[in-house]
Structures are given as structure tokens and as C-alpha cells.
């Protein structure tokens, strides 16, 4: 049954079409298609091929098609086309051949793109060419490959990621860098192949980016041989013609030395403030000595008060603040490993008190005040009582005839327009910290400068000028920043903002629980040290827990022990700095017996490459002496529980 609103013309089978049908057809492609007889005279122009060639077909019909050609090339395409009409193919398709240049009416060369098929009609050859103009092709893929080569001239590596994290770009620089080369590389997620960081800096890295279009920070990245690189990161949010986000221009440049080279400097400046600090220090710990000895020669010869409990209470109380002195000193001379974890600034506010009382001149008066609702920030404990020293020690030295050192701590939230208090600053919960004094003050001058490393106002010799320099490198490392204020006669203030460790907040009474719940049944512990008060305290301490004990004075005797009871053993503390047979060698040979022994190292000198180097060795954890029953026991817990 068939359809009567359609015009019969429209059903006419194909070959009923005339010559006019056909023409409209070929003038309506939007490619040119051009026909040549044996001869290789053009028979056929489309309205295209005018538009591409500037020729009217009127023009062209009966020429020969190298009036299209190139003169340098005509020879060749007469040559190729009279082999193609021998062979035994009958076409080949547009794009399968390499791009091939043509000639405009108006002089101009211009690459195409062609096919060329042949038939026979009414026995002779003929040939069809169907092409189109790719001059804007050609040029965009120039100016990518001209693109690509300068990027790969460049010492940074430079990337590109869809927005998926897989690679679409990596030049020589990031080959370099990262050891894989871009075959390597192309395809591959990102941050699967070379993040190894915190996942919550990548989140936090990947919101700023699209919400502020760009990103730029410090990153830990790996390498194809698994070796950590410290790169600083910028990252740009590239855009389709449409405006969507189409993926990430990622430039990487390689500041692992710099970093090493800024430690160094950091610790350089903070043995200079260990040296202002010294003196102080050296004072209280006379303080807490006398009336440990006073005690102890009272309760030796037998003079003690017959309620004595106050008089240890007191001893306790001294040993104890010694022990937390020496413990800041080593600190803030780095020899503790930086690790990040939230820090209550309350603490931090009475340890750095605690060591200004007994450095500044009683002519300085000292005052602070932390929010009750201020919460942690999350960063390393030494360098945040690093940044406090150092601007209360610049205070100190603008106070030369006394005055106020105010040190505060309050919580703040910065908006959307948080970039017009400090271009490095981004919206979110802040704790700032503000150093203000009442001293000499500073000039427009001296403040544009104050921040430079190795710029200083002091006389010769009685400063680096590292102290503020190196207190803008640790806020910057905390993803904070500093601003300051200062009128010469009035004063300065230093305004640190680090980012707030929301909802960070540590449970006390549980990690305290091992202490007072240790699961101790039939638990042995050998304890090794030379010294015999320190072996017998920790022996009582450990009896009185529930444990049994081993005891060893040095590295032969312990290897001894544990050699016949290592089935009843369920953990070694040892003492590291030993006469003979030292703790590290000690770890070798009782791991030589059993390479799963459990060993707690402890040692009176804590520094990054003394601990490192013993966890290397096999021990499960590091005990810094002194240590206290709950420290003794809690490392003991934690040790045996991972096991």
C-alpha cells in the first residue's frame, strides 16, 4: 500500500534522476570533488572546489589539474597519479596519505586533504578526487607540536590532567623529574602514580582549585624508584571554548634541596636562640636540683619529718620540671622529629611562658590570654614554640628598657574576602596568634625588609637577621600567614594566622588507658641498662604493673638472656648509649635470634637521625629518657598491641 502524500518524483529510482539532480547533489557537498579524465584534464569542479580553489568551474573545465598543483610539486603528482591508474587498487581514502599542498587562484600554496578513487566510463579512465582545505588544521597542530617543544624546553615539569587526574601532557622536565617518560605517563592517574601525601591535603588541594581556578602549595610526591620529592605545586583550571572545565595545567618545580637548605637555616637560628635561652635555662635547673638534693639528704640520713609524703611530693614535682626543660631545650634545637598533630595552644602558651620567665629581664612584663573555645592547630609542636621564641626574643630586644609583651590566641572564621587581609589567605576557621609590644617600634622601611633572611638592625654580632625569616617559612609551611603592624615609639605587633584543626580534639583518658589497664598476664619484659638506678627503678616500676622481668647490663648479657628465654620474652626495652656492645648492635643480634623480636629503644639523646636510624634497625618505638611510669608502660602497651 502506498503512501499518496509524497510526490511521485521523490520515489523516481535512481537512475530515472537527470543530469540537473545530479549536479545539485555534488554542488551541495561541503567537500570539493574533482574529476579528471586519462588524460588528467578536469571534467568535474563543485561549487566546494571553487570555494576552495577561488576558480569558477567555467575556468578550470579542460585545463589540467596541475594548474592546481604547485609548480615544485607537479611533476611528482603526474607521476603518482599515472602509478596509481596501473596499480590494482581503486582508491584510497582521505587522510591515509600524508597532507599534500595545493594552489589557489590567487598565488597562494595551501595543504589539502584528498581521496582519489578511479573507474571507467564508456571504456576509458577517469579519475574523482574528493578534498577539503585543512590550512587551519595544519596550523593549530603547528602551533601545539610549537607548544609542545617550547614546554619541553622548560626546567619545571609541566603536566596536563582531565578531570579525572589521568595525564594527557608530560614534557621532558617531568620526565626528568619523575623518571617516567610520557609513554609512561600518558593515561595514568595522577595522583595514583605520584601522590603519596595526606589525602586530606590532595581534597583540600583539588576544592581550592575549582573554586578559586588555580592552586599553589607545597606537595610530597614520589618517584618511578619510589624516592619522596618536595615539589611547590601550581595548578590552573583550563576551559573548552564553552567555559566548562575540561581538566588541570599542572606545573611541579623541585624544591627538595631548598627545603633542606631552610632546615638548616631554621636550626642555625634556633641554636642562636638556644644561646639566649641558656642562660635562663641553666638558672631554674639549679632551681629544681636543690631541693632534690635537699630531699634526698634528708630521707638518707634519717632527719626527714616523720610525714614525709609532702617532701616527696616536692622532689617529684622538681624532677619532674627539670625533666620538661630539657625536653623543650631539645625541641627547639630540632632534635625532635616534626610531626603533625593537633597542638592545644593553651599548652603552647604556658610552655613558651615557662621558658620567657627565665630569659626575659624582670623589667618585661609578660602577659597572655587564649580563648576558651580556641581550638588545636594541627602542625608540628616544636616549630609552632619556635615562632612564639622568636617574635617574643624581636619583642624582647624592642624593649630595651622594659615595657608589655602581650601574647594572645584567639579563633576567627575568614570569609570569601579573606584575600584583602594577606594575598595568601583563604576562607576557612584560623587561630591567631598575636605577639604585641610596647618597644621602639619600626619604620616604613625597616617593615618592608623585616621579613628578608639576613636583614637585621642589630649591631654586628648580635644577630643573623634569620629569626622573622625563619618565622615566615614555618607559618607558609603550616598553609598559614603573618602580617605586621608598627610605629616607631609605638610598638609592634605580629599577627600569625594558622589554620584551625577542627574537630582534632584528643581523648586524654584514653590514651592513658594502657597505663592504668596494662594487659600484663604472664608478659615477661627484659630490661637492659647500664645504669643500675635506672634498671632497678624501671624493674620495680614494671613488677609493680603485673610483668615479670629480665634484667641485663649490657648488650652481651642481654643477647645472653634473651638467648634462653627468647619463648618466655614478649618484648625488650633497651637502653641505647651502652658501653661494649652499643643498643644498635644489641637490635642486630637479638634480630639475628628472632626477626620479629619486639624492641623499645630508649636513650637520653633524641634527635630525627638517632631516632630514625633505630626504627630502621627494627626497633617498634623510640622512649626519650627521662620517661615517666605512664610513658614507660604506654610505650610497653602500644608495642605488644601492634604485635
Not at 11 to 23: A, G
Not at 197 to 211: C, I, K, S, V, Y
Not at 418 to 427: F, G, L, R, V
Amino acid at each position: 500500500m502506498s503512501d499518496s502524500s509524497h510526490p511521485a518524483s521523490e520515489s523516481q529510482p535512481l537512475e530515472n534522476w537527470n543530469d540537473d539532480q545530479f549536479r545539485n547533489i555534488i554542488n551541495s557537498a561541503m567537500d570539493g570533488i574533482i574529476a579528471m579524465n586519462d588524460q588528467q584534464r578536469v571534467v568535474l569542479f563543485n561549487a566546494a572546489a571553487e570555494s576552495i580553489f577561488g576558480w569558477r568551474a567555467d575556468q578550470v573545465l579542460g585545463e589540467s589539474i596541475e594548474m592546481l598543483i604547485p609548480a615544485r610539486y607537479r611533476l611528482q603528482h603526474h607521476h603518482d597519479v599515472e602509478q596509481f591508474g596501473r596499480g590494482g587498487v581503486q582508491n584510497r581514502r582521505m587522510g591515509a596519505q600524508r597532507t599534500v599542498m595545493a594552489l589557489r587562484a590567487s598565488g597562494e600554496e595551501f595543504p589539502i586533504e584528498a581521496s582519489i578513487s578511479r573507474t571507467m566510463i564508456l571504456g576509458k579512465l577517469a579519475y574523482t578526487v574528493i578534498l577539503r582545505d585543512v590550512t587551519e588544521a595544519v596550523r593549530y597542530r603547528q602551533q601545539i607540536e610549537q607548544q609542545s617543544q617550547m614546554l619541553d624546553q622548560v626546567s619545571d615539569a609541566v603536566s596536563v590532567v582531565d578531570l579525572q587526574g589521568r595525564i594527557l601532557y608530560w614534557n621532558r622536565a617531568a620526565s626528568r623529574l619523575y623518571g617516567w617518560t610520557a609513554d609512561d605517563a600518558l593515561g595514568q592517574n595522577a595522583h595514583e602514580l605520584l601522590y603519596r601525601g595526606d589525602p586530606e591535603t590532595l581534597r583540600h588541594m583539588l576544592q581550592e582549585t575549582n573554586a578559586r581556578q588555580s592552586w599553589a602549595g607545597e606537595l610530597k610526591k614520589t618517584t618511578r624508584t619510589g624516592k619522596f620529592v618536595i615539589v611547590e605545586h601550581r595548578r590552573t583550571v583550563l576551559r573548552d571554548d564553552s567555559g566548562r572545565a575540561k581538566g588541570y595545567l599542572c606545573i611541579d618545580i623541585d624544591i627538595t634541596d631548598r627545603k633542606k637548605q631552610e632546615r638548616n637555616a631554621h636550626r642555625s637560628q634556633r641554636l642562636e636562640s638556644i644561646g639566649t635561652l641558656a642562660g635562663g635555662i641553666a638558672h631554674d635547673l639549679n632551681n629544681v636540683l636543690t631541693p632534690i638534693l635537699m630531699g634526698t639528704q634528708l630521707l638518707s640520713s634519717g632527719r626527714a619529718p616523720l610525714h614525709h609524703q609532702g617532701l616527696l611530693d616536692t622532689m617529684l614535682a622538681s624532677a619532674q620540671r627539670g625533666a620538661d626543660l630539657i625536653k623543650q631545650l631539645l625541641s627547639f634545637a630540632g632534635g625532635i622529629r616534626g610531626e603533625s598533630r593537633p597542638v592545644h595552644i593553651d599548652e603552647l602558651f604556658r610552655e613558651t611562658r615557662g621558658l620567657l620567665e627565665h630569659t626575659l629581664p624582670k623589667s618585661i612584663q609578660i602577659e597572655t590570654s587564649v580563648d576558651a573555645n580556641c581550638p588545636p592547630v594541627l602542625g608540628d609542636a616544636t616549630e609552632l614554640s619556635q615562632i612564639l621564641l622568636n617574635l617574643c626574643i624581636n619583642a624582647r630586644d624592642a624593649m630595651p628598657e622594659g615595657g608589655t609583651l602581650n601574647i594572645e590566641a584567639t579563633s576567627l572564621h575568614l570569609n570569601g574576602n579573606s584575600s584583602q587581609i594577606h594575598p595568601d589567605a583563604t576562607s576557612g576557621h584560623y587561630v591567631l596568634l598575636k605577639v604585641t609590644d610596647t618597644g621602639i617600634g619600626m619604620t616604613p622601611e625597616v617593615m618592608d625588609r623585616v621579613f628578608d633572611p639576613f636583614f637585621t638592625t642589630k649591631d654586628v654580632g648580635k644577630g643573623t637577621g634569620l629569626g622573622l625569616a625563619t618565622v615566615q617559612g614555618i607559618v607558609k609551611s603550616h598553609r598559614g600567614f603573618i602580617n605586621v603592624y608598627s610605629e616607631p615609639g609605638q610598638g609592634s605587633k605580629f599577627s600569625v594566622y594558622l589554620p584551625a584543626a577542627v574537630g582534632a580534639e584528643t581523648d586524654a583518658s584514653e590514651a592513658n588507658l594502657a597505663a592504668t589497664n596494662p594487659a600484663t598476664v604472664n608478659q615477661v619484659i627484659l630490661l637492659v641498662d647500664d645504669e643500675e638506678l635506672i634498671l632497678n627503678m624501671t624493674a620495680i616500676v614494671l613488677e609493680g604493673s603485673g610483668y615479670r622481668v629480665y634484667t641485663a647490663r649490657d648488650g652481651a648479657d642481654a643477647v645472653a638472656v634473651y638467648s634462653r628465654h627468647q619463648h618466655e620474652i614478649s618484648a625488650v626495652v633497651l637502653d641505647m648509649m651502652m658501653p661494649g656492645m652499643d643498643g644498635l648492635q644489641t637490635i642486630d643480634q637479638l634480630r639475628r635470634i628472632n626477626p620479629e623480636v619486639i624492641v623499645i629503644a630508649c636513650s637520653g639523646l633524641r634527635t630525627s637521625q638517632r631516632e630514625d636510624e633505630v626504627l630502621e634497625r627494627g626497633a617498634r618505638a623510640f622512649l626519650p629518657k627521662p620517661y615517666s611510669e605512664v610513658e614507660l608502660l604506654n610505650s610497653l602497651s602500644q608495642a605488644l598491641k601492634s604485635s
